[in-house]
């Protein structure tokens, strides 16, 4: 490509440029002028700023030495981003997904918050933005520590600003908790290298892998692992996510799942294929029995919400199943030293790490857009959302394709990549691999299968047949700038899909420094040739059909023989989950309740009422006995506050008892 | 001149599909004693359709107008990885297994969708049951075609049946024989024929595939029972070709594709003739049993991947 | 001749697969009558196999074996079992405490099993595997079978196909075991049967069922 010089030259403007205006000019414009004019003049410069991310990241890419900003003048520790060709794409998903959520936020922020907050979330946006862009360039631990808490910082900032209602805060309180056990794993394991690499610097660690032993690498495996997938929200560690996801704004969930969760994606990659070159022999296996649990529960808890947004955030749990379905795999490969299955699945990952980017910014804008149409998000209230709003209709239908995993979109492409990397398991010369990984495409197509059926739903109850509300009858097309933002995320799906070479041959660089292995298999990338012949083909069919057929006559559907089919009659969200439902009873468990009043004429009721509540059985079985076991341990350590002050000097002088005994044995 | 005759395969199929329709109605008559339409009625059927009005319901949006249309357009893209004479197909040679399973999948979205959208309460039952049958089934589908895909060292469809090709027909393996079971019973399950969904039944409770149907007529009707009668055509040439492949032509003289059409029909006539008895023989099972029949079908293609790690230690 | 001999190869080489189909299906049966036509199905490719062993070993013996299986377990046990079911008058259904879905997955891990367990010692006894690990799969699941089929006649189904199994082990080890020693085996079973027959016409006439989960009297 091109003058390398010249690319260098080029990215490193843009990603200082960026990173000045995301750190320092938006917060100055926000402080200096309240006027609407201002905001947009904010809100666009954010949106430049993800493009020249994005811009950024695409030059970097396709270089080999890597872009180095030295910041440690005003910092106690070191603080240095480097823009190597992990990085790069990372940085590369980041500004392809904020550009439109910017672009979207333009008119949402305006039409949805009071004056005096609308300034401060426009800061707090360009903040999160540039603390999750940091956190995927940062190259000193300290840099990547302080990163990682601004972003939970912010987000929870962020989501507090929407309300602060008592269930809210609660939310929000988990959400933080669970955050700080998750980044306090992470920094464990990074200080676990500090002893053998004595620099704080990534390189350093890198090269001091040698001398540090096996025991210490598992232990930083695990810790990495827990940590990362805290953030990630793999299961039974993703509670935070249907609590937190739903109730941020809508772009901000949409940061929040499109972007947030990859940077997770991102610090597990550089942990184990950067630092620790593959993880210890039994890593792989550990991760894929994750990830298919996290996978298939995700989508089974997602079929049965009717909340959109909730449904979106187990959507999310489902699909960083699956990210980590591919990165499992990879390591049970690079545990065997087969090289080239490693490259292909972990292509796969980091491919659905992007198209989930992309896909889930598109359905959680397009929820935005819904909320702020309808004012509701419950599908059950939903209905007939595509005549009154055709354009996001069609965004939103290209947005259920993808995430289905439907040829021709751009799901389909790494859900392809992640089946192949698990038939090429056959190969391998070890018994245990040549089973378990072709077992795992069952899975993995029930997991799509069953992804498929909840997007049906989504669209189906949510979009077409009779609004089942007077706010979704009454439904209007989103403003121009939501509508622009969903069209071009919906246009990216369909680009990648049809044309995956378009991100195949990037992420072929960038694995390419991390496994050394020869490139694709050939079969694999003669076969990205054939998707746009077989579009040719369906949309070309189609399109003749769509053609030569005549007019059509509108006629009332049959009602048989009722005065009138009314919304009610149609299948509501709960109802087409039922079959489902009942089939993976043992998953759910919910507690249910039928009350008939008035209770003593039970053939004559005036009223029948039926709630069903669930309560994810992990809450239960994990969570609950753990906290229950804190709260007792906390209520004995009680006990040492007696109020007695002779009992405080007690302590004191029993402390000094101890010290003086400490030296003493220690001599 | 190779392009044109795997073009020729793939009309073949297309065009073929209503006379296997109109077969196996006629088989299911005679062997329940009656005496049958003829067996190219689907044909006329499909032309009178074409020449009725296309009736939309008020509230339908272009979903439904369009559903039919990509549903026929992912269907015929199936056709063309589907080979019938000739070891390669118009695709087959570049697209695999999992390309072809999900065009299936991309068909029946589509399908679901314009069911939502007439606004009736059967459109969603359909559109219900049809998403537990099919997630169920993707399963075995899958691991079937694995199977053999494994066995064969090759994803896609020509390299599969090429390699079944090369093995004696003797040879009965352990893993064909699983994943032939498994694979029948899946494509009774994806084509909604007994056991699980009764194609000929015109009460609205007991139907999956109908139901989603029931609002469209004219020139969108006939699209969409063109795309289920080639599904069903390219699910019978699929198994025959996996397991069956043998009299397919190895060079395109006309001689040699003649003999090979003249063994495919002989091996359609006589997967008919299994359907056809099967779909008399058995009742439909009622909607919470068709999980049992689909786990039985998944454990037997998770038994045939299993084998095949077998075979090949 | 040579037809012969190379169906007589190819039954030795690939019987295992349908008794492998006749144990998945076993799990999945819900009525008793379609349980013991499988049985007979069994029963009738186990004949062909000793069959084509005779024909293999050229011994006069295995054909009187052969005759002797396919007489009593292929028409005479499948009637007697028809017979007592109608005399019984027991509703058809199995009363299986595990669902069809798990059981066929239960059975298929059995089958794994056998293969595992088989391929430890396969190497050092010249016999065929896939025989080999047949049979002892057609013992786990006579025992499954017997644990969890709830019917009595489901138990003396569960053991006919263990005897099944161990008679293939027996048969694949021994080329043949001495006509003397398969005669005392079937006179044993069918003793055995004409006596669970009787009792479970006892056990009919005095509990008015036959699910043997109930009968709990089995203490000290």
Redesign the interface.
């Known amino acids: 490509m091109g003058n390398s010089q010249l690319q260098i030259g080029m990215a490193n403007i843009a990603f200082r440029s960026l990173l000045v205006g995301l750190g320092i000019v938006v917060p100055l414009l926000l402080m200096a002028n309240r006027a609407k004019r201002m905001r947009r003049i904010v809100a666009a410069l954010i949106a430049v700023c993800s493009l020249a991310a994005a811009m950024a990241g695409a030059t970097a890419l396709f270089q080999h030495t890597a872009i180095r900003i030295e910041l440690s003048v005003v910092t106690p520790f070191p603080f240095v981003l480097t823009l190597d060709q992990l990085s790069a794409f990372f940085l590369l998903l980041i500004g392809s997904a904020a550009t439109p959520v910017a672009i979207f936020s333009a008119s949402y922020f305006e039409l949805h918050y009071s004056d005096q907050l609308r300034n401060w979330i426009w800061g707090f946006v360009s903040l999160f933005l540039l603390s999750m862009i940091v956190v995927v360039t940062a190259s000193t631990i300290f840099a990547f520590l302080f990163a990682w808490e601004l972003m939970t910082l912010v987000s929870a900032g962020l989501v507090l600003m929407e309300g602060d209602s008592p269930e809210r805060s609660h939310n929000v309180f988990i959400y933080l908790l669970m955050m700080h056990a998750g980044a306090a794993a992470v920094a464990a394991s990074f200080f676990l290298f500090l002893p053998f690499s004595h620099t704080q610097d990534f390189e350093g660690i890198r090269f001091s892998l040698a001398t540090v032993p096996l025991g210490t690498r598992t232990a930083i495996f695990v810790l990495a692992f827990a940590g990362f997938g805290v953030k990630a929200g793999i299961i039974p560690l993703h509670l935070w996510l249907p609590r937190a996801h739903p109730i941020a704004p809508s772009p901000v969930s949409a940061l929040m799942s499109g972007i947030m969760l990859k940077t997770a994606v991102y610090g597990l990659v550089r942990f184990a294929f950067d630092f620790l070159g593959g993880g210890p022999w039994w890593s792989g296996y550990v991760v894929l029995l994750i990830a298919a649990v996290t996978a298939l529960l995700g989508i089974l808890y997602a079929i049965a919400e009717h909340d959109l947004k909730r449904l979106l955030a187990y959507s999310s749990v489902e699909n960083i199943g699956i990210i980590f379905l591919g990165l499992g795999t990879s390591l049970i490969f690079a545990a065997h030293h087969n090289f080239v299955g490693a490259a292909l699945a972990l292509t796969a990952a980091l491919m659905h790490a992007f198209n989930h980017a992309l896909f889930k910014s598109l359905l959680f804008l397009g929820a935005g857009a819904v909320s702020h149409a309808t004012h509701t998000l419950d599908l059950n209230q939903l209905g007939?959302l595509?005549?009154r709003m055709?354009a996001t209709?069609l965004a939103m239908?290209v947005g259920c394709?993808s995430i289905?995993?439907?040829?021709?979109f751009n799901g389909?492409i790494s859900e392809?990549l992640t089946?192949?990397s698990?038939?090429a398991g056959?190969t391998v010369l070890n018994?245990k691999t040549?089973?378990i990984l072709?077992?795992m495409?069952?899975?993995l197509?029930?997991i799509?299968?069953?992804a498929?059926?909840c997007f049906?739903?989504v669209?189906?109850?949510g979009?077409?047949?009779?609004p089942r509300s007077a706010g979704a009858e009454h439904a209007e097309e989103a403003p121009f700038a939501m509508r622009a933002s969903l069209s071009l995320l919906a246009a990216a799906c369909v680009c990648v899909g049809i044309f995956p070479g378009i991100l195949l041959r990037p992420l072929g660089l960038v694995i390419g420094g991390l496994i050394p292995a020869a490139g694709l298999p050939a079969?694999i990338v003669?076969?990205t040739?054939?998707i746009p012949?077989?579009a040719a083909?369906?949309?070309?069919?189609?399109?003749m059909?769509?053609l030569l057929?005549?007019?059509?006559?509108?006629?009332?559907?049959?009602?048989c023989g009722l005065p009138g089919?009314t919304s009610r009659?149609?299948?509501s969200s709960t109802?087409?989950?039922?079959?489902?439902r009942?089939?993976f009873a043992r998953v759910y468990r919910p507690e249910r309740k039928v009350e008939r009043l008035p209770a003593d004429q039970p053939y004559f009721p005036v009223s029948v009422s039926y709630s069903s509540v669930r309560t994810t059985s992990w809450e239960r079985a994990i969570y609950r006995p753990f906290v229950d076991l804190f709260i007792s341990i906390a209520y004995q350590l009680r006990r040492l506050q007696t109020g007695n002050i002779q009992v405080y000097l007690l302590y004191i002088f029993l402390a000094l008892v101890c010290l003086l005994t400490f030296v003493r044995f220690e001599r | 001149m190779k392009l044109v005759i795997n073009l020729l395969q793939a009309l073949m199929l297309i065009l073929g599909a209503p006379l296997v329709r109109g077969v196996i109605s006629r088989v299911k008559a005679r062997l329940q004693r009656r005496r049958g339409a003829s067996i190219w009625r689907p044909y006329s059927d499909l032309f009178k359709l074409l020449r009725k009005?296309?009736?939309?319901?008020?509230?339908?949006?272009?979903?439904?107008?369009?559903a039919?249309?990509?549903l026929?357009?992912?269907t015929?893209?199936v056709a063309?990885f589907v080979p019938v004479v000739w070891p390669i197909g118009l695709?087959a040679s570049?697209?695999?297994l999992?390309?072809l399973v999900?065009?299936l999948?991309?068909g029946?979205?589509f399908l679901?969708?314009g069911?939502?959208?007439?606004?009736?309460?059967f459109?969603?039952?359909g559109?219900?049951?049809e998403?537990?049958v099919?997630?169920?089934?993707?399963?075995?589908?899958?691991?079937a075609l694995?199977?053999i895909?494994?066995l064969a060292s090759h994803?896609?469809i020509s390299g599969m049946i090429g390699w079944t090709l090369q093995q004696s027909f003797f040879n009965i393996s352990t893993v064909h024989i699983l994943a032939f079971t498994s694979l029948a019973m899946v494509v009774l399950a994806e084509t909604g024929r007994m056991p699980i969904d009764n194609p000929t039944t015109h009460l609205e409770l007991t139907m999956i595939h109908e139901a989603m149907v029931l609002?469209y007529s004219g020139?969108?009707l006939a699209?969409i029972e063109a795309a289920s009668a080639v599904k069903l055509h390219a699910m019978l040439a699929l198994l025959i070709g996996l397991f069956m492949p043998w009299g397919m032509a190895s060079s395109y003289s006309g001689g040699e594709l003649g003999l090979a059409f003249i063994f495919y029909a002989a091996k359609v006539a006589g997967l008919i003739f299994v359907l056809a008895l099967i779909e008399s023989g058995v009742a439909k099972l009622r909607?919470?049993l068709v999980?049992d029949f689909l786990g039985v079908a998944?454990a037997l293609?998770?038994l045939a991947?299993?084998f095949?790690?077998l075979v090949?230690? | 001749m040579g037809l012969v001999a190379i169906a007589t190869s190819k039954i030795l080489s690939s019987f295992s697969v349908f008794l492998f189909l006749s144990i998945l299906l076993l799990a999945v049966a819900r009525r008793i009558s379609t349980n013991v036509l499988l049985f007979g199905v069994q029963s009738a490719v186990i004949t062909a196999e000793v069959f084509a062993t005779g024909f293999q070993e050229k011994l006069a013996e295995i054909y009187v074996v052969a005759a002797m299986v396919f007489v009593i377990k292929v028409m005479l046990i499948p009637r007697a079992f028809f017979v007592l079911t109608k005399k019984l008058k027991t509703v058809h259904d199995v009363k299986a405490s595990t669902t069809p879905t798990q059981s066929v997955f239960i059975v298929a891990f059995l089958i794994y099993l056998s293969y595992a367990a088989v391929q430890s010692y396969g190497q050092e006894v010249r016999v065929p595997e896939d025989g080999l690990a047949a049979a002892v799969a057609l013992i786990l699941t006579g025992a499954f079978l017997m644990v969890s089929r709830r019917k009595a006649l489901m138990q003396m189904l569960g053991l006919l196909v263990m005897e099944n199994g161990i008679f293939l082990a027996a048969l694949l080890t021994t080329f043949g075991m001495p006509l003397v020693i398969e005669i005392g085996i079937f006179f044993d079973i069918l003793v055995g049967l004409l006596l669970m027959g009787i009792f479970t016409f006892r056990i009919r006439d005095t509990f008015d069922h036959l699910d043997v989960s109930k009968l709990r009297r089995l203490r000290g």
């Open positions: 007939g595509q005549r055709p209709g239908l394709c289905a995993g439907l040829p021709l389909f392809w089946f192949r698990f038939v056959s018994t040549q089973v072709p077992l495409v069952g899975i197509a029930m799509g299968g069953l498929a059926a049906v739903k669209f189906g109850v979009f077409l047949g009779r079969d003669s076969f040739r054939i012949w077989t083909i369906v949309l070309g069919i189609a399109g059909a769509v057929s005549g007019g059509k006559r509108i006629a009332r559907t049959w009602a089919l009659m149609q299948y109802g087409f989950s039922k079959p489902i009942f089939v | 009005e296309d009736l939309v319901p008020p509230t339908s949006s272009v979903v439904f107008r369009i039919p249309a990509l026929l357009g992912a015929a893209c063309a695709l570049r697209g695999d999992f390309l999900y065009f999948a991309f029946r979205f679901s969708l069911a939502f959208d007439g606004g009736s309460a459109g969603g039952m559109a219900s049951r998403a537990l099919s997630s169920l089934a993707e399963t075995p589908f899958l691991l694995t199977a895909a494994i994803a896609d609002e020139p969108s699209l909607m919470y999980p998944s293609s998770a991947v299993i095949t790690m090949k230690r």
